[in-house]
């Protein structure tokens, strides 16, 4: 999941996250011949998001943020990663698919750059682009900080992930479709287990099976002043991927607890509940018993993160679709 001046969305290479709603991404080019771009033409196409480093290996997401470098930096990541020698950058991230208010967070994708030999340069700087309407990503700093972007409504864009330095111009796009979110709070949710808010960017949630004693968690919320609690977020792109008789862990998860003003609140405490149609999940010992979702068949469940401290009742709804093996 990485890199992001940190202070309200990270993924480390856990990939974790995943949310509520769905993210396509098509890779519509692998390589493109370098145009000839006029700021006027880049101001109506596109807009610069962040800078990022392209990924150190086909598991690795890009180091991504807001203002990676100054002149003197960028020109000695450039010497480092030997930039001038790239040849194509390929986009691994496929799929992508948001939500509508589901925060996504550019550091997820992953995008390798090559040589002309077809060798593996990391940690090429790049710039990051983003081509959307304006009404369609709200990212206004106490929504959306630290480069995060929230989807407004359903739309198509584009990312454009391009070198930044001299010698050698490569670029690949990734057409996102933003998706409506039709999660329902229903009430036949199983508890899986329960968790502490993750602390910052790229830091998973604290998670076991065993309850909180009252005391304890009264303690945790004081502590954690969850009585300003204003929102759940997911870092990640959904959606989430199981498999047929594979384990998955909410250990994986990355969630943050925001108050109004924006602020991250760790260690709130947190349940961590699944739904999903009779036969789809091993519910028993093997199952829930361990704090595990085991998927037996293709089909949908949904997470569901609570808060339970006293004051406002948040919940973070996770969609998940199942595949075979």
């Not at 340069?121 to 929230?150: F, M, T, W």
Request: charged share 20%.
């Amino acid at each position: 999941m990485v890199k992001q001046a940190q202070a309200a969305f990270r993924s480390s290479t856990n990939h974790a996250w995943w949310a509520c709603g769905v993210v396509v991404v098509s890779t519509l080019g692998v390589s493109v011949a370098p145009a000839v771009r006029t700021q006027a033409d880049l101001g109506r196409e596109y807009f610069q998001i962040g800078d990022a480093l392209s990924s150190a290996g086909p598991d690795k997401t890009i180091e991504y943020g807001v203002r990676l470098f100054s002149g003197d930096s960028r020109e000695r990541a450039c010497r480092l990663a030997q930039a001038d020698a790239v040849a194509k950058l390929v986009a691994v991230t496929s799929p992508l698919t948001l939500g509508v208010h589901t925060a996504f967070w550019p550091g997820h994708l992953i995008v390798l750059a090559y040589d002309a030999s077809g060798a593996l340069l990391p940690k090429v700087p790049l710039g990051v682009e983003l081509s959307a309407a304006a009404d369609v990503i709200d990212r206004r700093p106490h929504v959306a900080p630290d480069g995060i972007l929230v989807p407004l409504r359903p739309a198509p864009i584009r990312f454009r992930l391009r070198t930044i330095c001299g010698g050698s111009e490569a670029e690949v796009v990734l057409a996102a479709d933003i998706q409506p979110v039709d999660v329902t709070h229903h009430g036949d949710y199983i508890t899986v287990g329960h968790a502490r808010s993750s602390t910052g960017l790229g830091q998973p949630i604290g998670f076991g099976v065993q309850a909180l004693s009252e005391d304890l968690r009264e303690r945790m919320c004081r502590a954690a002043h969850a009585a300003d609690i204003d929102r759940l977020a997911p870092v990640g792109a959904p959606p989430l991927t199981l498999r047929v008789d594979t384990p998955f862990s909410p250990r994986r998860l990355i969630v943050l607890v925001y108050n109004g003003l924006g602020a991250i609140l760790p260690n709130v405490p947190l349940t961590v509940e699944v739904r999903a149609a009779a036969g789809v999940v091993d519910l028993g010992p093997l199952g829930v018993g361990r704090g595990l979702i085991l998927p037996r068949r293709p089909g949908e469940v949904t997470l569901r993160v609570s808060t339970v401290c006293r004051g406002p009742a948040v919940d973070l709804f996770i969609r998940a679709g199942i595949r075979p093996r």
